[in-house]
T-cell receptor, first 110, second 113 residues
Framework: KNEVEQSPQNLTAQEGEFITINCSYS?????LHWLQQHPGGGIVSLFM???GKKKHGRLIATINIQEKHSSLHITASHPRDSAVYIC????????????FGTGTRLQVFP | DVKVTQSSRYLVKRTGEKVFLECVQD?????MFWYRQDPGLGLRLIYF???????EKGDIPEGYSVSREKKERFSLILESASTNQTSMYLC????????????FGAGSRLTVL
C-alpha cells in the first residue's frame, strides 16, 4: 500500500466545471505539497501546506491533519488546466524526504 | 527565467552504454535531487545531495551513481545502462533555508534499447 493515495486517477471535465482532486496519506507529516506536471514533463510546485487552506487564483488547496486528507480544487476549469496533479508529503518518518502519490490526470475539454 | 536545466530532453542509448544526465541550477540552492518517474509508480528518489561533493542514496540507487563537484551541477550516471532504466528522469533543487519547495527541471526521457 502506498503511503500517499490520490483519487481519482483520471478525470475529465468540461470547461467551467469545478474540479476536486483528493489526496490521502497514512503517515505523520510536516508538510504536504501539490504539484502540476504538464505534458512534456516539467513539474511546477503549486502549494505547500501544513494546515488549513491556501488559495492562488482559481486553485484552492485544503488539508485536514486529523483526517490525513487534502483536496485540490480548481474553480472555473479551463483547457489549460489539463495536466497531471501530484500530491506529495514530507514526513519525519522518512527523514523529511518527499513521498509522492501517483498523480491524477486531468483533461478539461472546451 | 530558467532555473533548473537538464541537458537532454530525449536520449536513446543501447544496453551497456554509459549514460550521463546533467542538471544545472542557477538559484544557489544547496539541495539537489534526482528522481525517476514511471507510470503508476510516482516519483522515486534515486540520489540526493545537500552540499558540494556530498551524496546520499535515495530509495532506488542501484545501477546509478552521482557526482556533485560544483554547487550548481548534479550529474546522474548510469555506468552500464539496462532496459529497465528506460524512464523519465527529473532533477530538482531546493534551498536549505527556504520552505523546502522543490524546483524541477523539464525532465530527461531516456530509452535504453
Amino acid at each position: 500500500k502506498n503511503e500517499v493515495e490520490q483519487s481519482p486517477q483520471n478525470l475529465t471535465a468540461q470547461e467551467g466545471e469545478f474540479i476536486t482532486i483528493n489526496c490521502s496519506y497514512s503517515v505523520g507529516i510536516s508538510a504536504l505539497h501539490w504539484l502540476q506536471q504538464h505534458p512534456g514533463g516539467g513539474i511546477v510546485s503549486l502549494f505547500m501546506l501544513s494546515s488549513g487552506k491556501k488559495k492562488h487564483g482559481r486553485l484552492i488547496a485544503t488539508i485536514n491533519i486529523q483526517e490525513k486528507h487534502s483536496s485540490l480544487h480548481i474553480t472555473a476549469s479551463h483547457p489549460r488546466d489539463s495536466a497531471v496533479y501530484i500530491c506529495a508529503v514530507r514526513s519525519p518518518l522518512y527523514a523529511d524526504k518527499l513521498i509522492f502519490g501517483t498523480g491524477t490526470r486531468l483533461q478539461v475539454f472546451p | 527565467d530558467v532555473k533548473v536545466t537538464q541537458s537532454s530532453r530525449y536520449l536513446v542509448k543501447r544496453t551497456g552504454e554509459k549514460v550521463f544526465l546533467e542538471c544545472v541550477q542557477d538559484m544557489d540552492h544547496e539541495n539537489m535531487f534526482w528522481y525517476r518517474q514511471d507510470p503508476g509508480l510516482g516519483l522515486r528518489l534515486i540520489y540526493f545531495s545537500y552540499d558540494v561533493k556530498m551524496k546520499e542514496k535515495g530509495d532506488i540507487p542501484e545501477g546509478y551513481s552521482v557526482s556533485r563537484e560544483k554547487k550548481e551541477r548534479f550529474s546522474l550516471i548510469l555506468e552500464s545502462a539496462s532496459t529497465n532504466q528506460t524512464s523519465m528522469y527529473l532533477c530538482a533543487s531546493s534551498s536549505r533555508t527556504g520552505a523546502n519547495v522543490l524546483t524541477f527541471g523539464a525532465g530527461s526521457r531516456l530509452t535504453v534499447l
